[in-house]
């Protein structure tokens, strides 16, 4: 679904960015809008993290709470994958850690 001028949402992360609060839905989508403009390495590196596992696959720190999965093609259009709490991440973690 595009919602945005080369940001897209896809459809594993639908459902999530449907129940979002619209004000963080708004400024996850200004920020992901933001980032289509600018190269990578442009992007600041306390809200912006490169996952190893991929080369165009990124993790969005949208506020202290929500963090954003998102893949970002050659021509700068953005792809959200999944969105969801640092506190899941905090529980899931945590409770693998033997």
Partial sequence: MQVEDHVKVGSG???SY???PTDWRN????????L?????????????R?????E???LLIANEELRVAFRRAKDGE???LDIFLQEVL??????NKS
């Fill in 13 to 15: 992360a639908f459902l």
């Fill in 50 to 54: 490169k996952l190893k596992a991929d």
């Fill in 90 to 95: 905090d529980r899931y973690f945590s409770s």
């Fill in 18 to 20: 449907s129940t979002l």
């Fill in 27 to 34: 400024q996850m989508m200004t920020t992901l809008g933001e």
């Fill in 56 to 58: 165009s696959l990124y």
């Fill in 78 to 80: 953005i792809t959200i």
């Fill in 36 to 48: 289509t403009t600018c190269p990578p390495d442009e992007w600041p590196r306390d809200k912006v």
